[in-house]
């Protein structure tokens, strides 16, 4: 007699069908109705597979029962009782993961002076005062060097610049990418830019060179006028939407690759779908993402619960939006919904949340190397400098302790595969130490995962041509 | 898989997993012809005593295939296949196949 249990699985509907999202494999399957039947009738209790058979034989066959058992126990949707669960062990990769992005922090000082800067706010973790505010050409050379000998046999690799305000360090900018395609042409690779600014200093040269070396442009910038005045303004206290909408439509109208916005979403400002509407529609960006601001709980400008409610109904009416423009082939700029489709259909099974300190590094003006750009110049989280490489033995220390499978909080959430527990950043700022999971997010991550699932099925039964971009 | 649609990659990958791996009889006849290389599933290939001659020393019985291994050769073969434990564990482990030629898939599984 053999004891049937369910699996781990998260159950989801799509246009009416029923689908399972599988955990830790991350699959996706649509079910007919012997399966669903299957897994009803087997609800939270062990049934053998006799008696299964038998309570479903009104409506199945046995063999039909034993088929569908057996299809349902191969995707490992169900498991035998007695059959042995091989436990996930928490362990470095197996192999070196190539470094495939790196973060150049070219400087540490701004021209605006948002208030809910991580960098230089009340949570900050780096000491901006003992670094140099400037990375000279000397160093972001060597992180050119660094950043090849690291990438292996990768192809491509990109090159982010980041801040501070990256533009304040344009000679830089200028000669570390001549440097990287020069470099990149004596290797045989290829070499992608991109830069985050925050769009003040965006003129006529500047966007030149942009152009020019195809660099890839994301502005931060949080709405329309009132939205924008509300945090990100200039030391005395000016707001900084008048100074930055005429560079930013001169970029959009001369730039050939798409332009993206990056909204921070705080207490104050959540306002989802009117920032949506005036960045994407009114001003031209070719994507608008969204992130909650990361500090304490306690800031006056953190989201507290409600918002996070606020926020899920209206990322919710953007993905139905996004479904909608996706099915009749229209373009839809809304980047958070893209990006976690792109992940459920590469079934992305993650043993740590992002690919910080893993094919992602970030670089300090200095040249230390730390696990990505909100961590550069913090010694705590050094994992080497571009000068003398990576520590491989510090780097597996890290990847080990923060393996999904040390996250105990996470041990029963089926959406882990997807959020690993989510940013270490967030984490530190929120409980002092980047190996907590984000429990303040679950069921947010949760809630949304769930959404996307749900356009992802409706998407690939109806137009499943769509999904060819994420191959 | 006739009961589970797979919709993203990780889900096709898992089909083919099964796909490649389903059992594969060594007359079996007609398309598809079985993939990769064919290694006799039969009682045992390594000493082969069945597999190059029979139990008389001749060719006449040479070893079934899986399917009739199941019966053959835990019941009557010289050489006999590990089966479950029939008196106590698993009495009925064969109870829904009445002709293994065609319904061996029906075989219960047997955990420890």
């Given at each position: 007699m053999t004891l049937l249990r369910r699996g781990e699985y998260h159950a989801f509907e799509s246009d009416g069908a029923p689908y399972v999202y599988l955990v830790p494999s991350a699959a996706v399957f649509r079910l007919d109705d012997a399966s669903c039947a299957v897994l009803d009738a087997l609800g939270d209790d062990d049934v053998a597979l006799d008696s299964l058979a038998g309570s479903l034989a009104p409506r199945f066959a046995p063999a039909e029962v034993r088929a569908t058992v057996h299809e349902l126990l191969g995707a490992r949707a169900?498991?035998?009782?007695?059959a042995p669960v091989e436990p996930v062990r928490a362990e470095p990769p197996r192999r070196r993961i190539p470094l495939t992005t790196l973060v150049l922090n070219v400087t540490s000082k701004c021209n605006l002076s948002c208030t809910y800067c991580y960098e230089y706010g009340e949570d900050r973790i780096v000491e901006a005062s003992r670094k140099p505010r400037f990375m000279n050409e000397e160093t972001a050379r060597q992180s050119v060097d660094f950043m090849f000998a690291e990438a292996?046999?990768?192809?491509v690799v990109h090159l982010t610049f980041f801040g501070?305000?990256?533009?304040?360090n344009f000679k830089v900018l200028k000669s570390a990418l001549a440097y990287a395609k020069e470099r990149a042409t004596a290797l045989g690779r290829q070499v992608d830019a991109s830069l985050t600014t925050?769009?003040?200093?965006?003129?006529e040269e500047t966007i030149d060179w942009i152009v020019e070396n195809d660099v890839g442009v994301t502005v931060s910038m949080d709405g329309a006028r009132e939205q924008q005045d509300r945090f990100r303004?200039?030391?005395?206290?000016?707001?900084?939407y008048d100074v930055i909408i005429p560079n930013v439509r001169e970029l959009l109208r001369r730039h050939r690759r798409p332009v993206g916005a990056r909204v921070t979403l705080t207490g104050q400002n959540l306002d989802v779908i009117g920032i949506y509407r005036h960045l994407a529609?009114?001003?031209?960006?070719?994507e608008v993402g969204f992130a909650p601001v990361t500090t304490s709980?306690?800031?006056?400008?953190a989201i507290q619960e409600e918002g996070f409610d606020r926020m899920l109904g209206q990322f919710r009416e953007l993905a139905a939006e996004y479904l909608e423009h996706s099915l009749a082939g229209r373009h839809h700029g809304f980047s958070n919904v893209r990006d976690t489709l792109e992940e459920i259909h590469k079934g992305l099974s993650k043993?740590?949340?992002?690919?910080?300190?893993l094919g992602l590094m970030g670089v300090a003006t200095d040249g230390d190397v730390a696990l990505c750009h909100r961590f550069a110049g913090s010694d705590a989280h050094?994992?080497?400098?571009?000068?003398?490489?990576?520590d491989h033995a510090k780097q597996a220390d890290f990847l080990t302790r923060h393996h999904?499978?040390?996250k105990t909080d996470c041990?029963?959430?089926?959406?882990r595969p997807l959020c690993?527990?989510?940013?270490y950043h967030e984490a530190h700022t929120r409980y002092?130490?980047?190996?907590?999971?984000?429990?303040?997010?679950c069921e947010w991550i949760r809630a949304w995962t769930d959404t996307c699932l749900r356009v992802y099925g409706t998407l690939a039964e109806r137009k499943p041509e769509f999904l060819r971009q994420f191959e | 898989m006739r009961h589970l649609k797979p919709v993203n990659r990780k889900a096709r990958q898992i089909e083919s997993m099964h796909a490649e791996k389903d059992v594969v009889a060594l007359?079996?006849?007609?398309?598809?012809a079985p993939s990769g290389p064919h290694i006799p599933l039969g009682?045992?290939?390594?000493?082969a005593p069945g597999w190059e001659v029979d139990s008389s020393g001749g060719t006449a019985g040479l070893c079934q295939p899986v399917e009739r291994d199941l019966f053959d050769c835990h019941i009557t073969c010289f050489w006999p296949a590990h089966v479950p434990?029939?008196?106590?564990?698993?009495?009925?482990?064969?109870?829904?196949?009445?002709?293994a030629q065609k319904?061996?898939?029906?075989i219960d599984l047997i955990f420890p």
């Open positions: 169900i498991r035998a009782v007695a292996g046999e990768s192809p501070g305000e990256t533009l304040l925050n769009a003040t200093l965006l003129r303004v200039f030391a005395n206290g000016q707001g900084s529609e009114e001003i031209g960006f070719w709980w306690q800031r006056e400008h043993s740590h949340p992002c690919g910080a300190g050094r994992l080497g400098s571009v000068q003398d490489g990576v999904i499978a040390n041990a029963t959430c089926w959406a690993a527990g989510g940013c002092g130490s980047t190996t907590e999971p984000n429990l303040h997010y | 007359q079996q006849g007609g398309s598809p009682c045992s290939f390594v000493f434990d029939l008196y106590n564990h698993a009495p009925d482990w064969t109870g829904s196949c009445a002709a319904d061996w898939r029906k």
